[in-house]
């Protein structure tokens, strides 16, 4: 079975800071893809970034930063200069791969970090 | 190109009512997930429909059902309504060609059970 596990709940900065959410996922996959999504109050999830197993380069988009590390099953997220915007609550994801059919794989998601930016 | 909508934006309902919640999917999309979001939780997954037929269900009772259009819009049944129901309802179109499963989600239907 597959497991997410984020063990921030609420983590509270002020802008400018530099903030890192923690995610550590199980699978017996060989193959799997990683997201972060984005919950903002409207409460609709905004993508944000896939990786998938093989790729363990880590990824800068931005004041976005991915750190995956397949050794610890973790797949850190950093964002560097906090905004008041970017105040949300932060999923981890994790899928099997793509089927061969095409259809998307289910999606099991982590509890969620309440990010808080403030002045 | 249009986003996946959800209907209703809100729902209040009392116990042992029946609903039903509507997706219509991202144009090109043919196949809908839908994640059931208790407050504070994560989405977890009820169901998925492709072409019409229920492709891969979570652990879910029988009371949640669904069906799937040929427009491809699908509703989210749920029979017997229990407070545990209450949750924002996500749904998630997909198209069925390889798209490393970008799945794009709708802004979600609250449902309150009283």
């Known amino acids: 079975a597959q497991k997410v596990t984020q063990a921030q709940t609420e983590i509270s900065v002020v802008e400018k800071e530099d903030v890192t959410l923690d995610c550590v996922y199980e699978t017996r996959d060989t193959t799997y893809y990683l997201f972060w999504y984005k919950q903002p109050p409207s409460g609709e999830l905004v993508f944000l970034i896939r990786r998938n197993s093989f790729d363990e380069q880590n990824e800068i988009s931005g004041r976005y930063s991915w750190n995956f590390q397949k050794s610890t099953s973790s797949f850190n997220f950093t964002i560097t200069a906090s905004q008041v915007v970017d105040s949300a609550v932060y999923f981890c994801a994790l899928s099997e791969a793509e089927r061969y059919t095409g259809t998307a794989s289910k999606l099991t998601f982590g509890t969620g970090t309440r990010l808080q930016v403030t002045l | 190109e249009t986003g996946v909508t959800q209907s209703p934006t809100h729902l209040i309902k009392t116990r042992g009512q029946q609903v039903t919640l509507r997706c219509s999917s991202q144009s090109g999309h043919n196949t809908v997930s839908w994640y059931q979001q208790a407050l504070g939780q994560g989405p977890q997954f009820i169901f998925q429909y492709y072409r019409e037929e229920e492709n891969g269900r979570g652990n879910f009772p029988p009371r949640f059902s669904g069906l799937q259009f040929p427009n491809y819009s699908s509703e989210l049944n749920v029979n017997a309504l229990e407070l545990d129901d209450s949750a924002l309802y996500l749904c998630?179109?997909?198209?069925?060609?390889?798209?490393?499963?970008?799945?794009?989600f709708g802004p979600g239907t609250r449902l309150t059970v009283l």
């Open positions: 998630a179109s997909s198209p069925d060609y390889l798209s490393y499963n970008e799945q794009f």
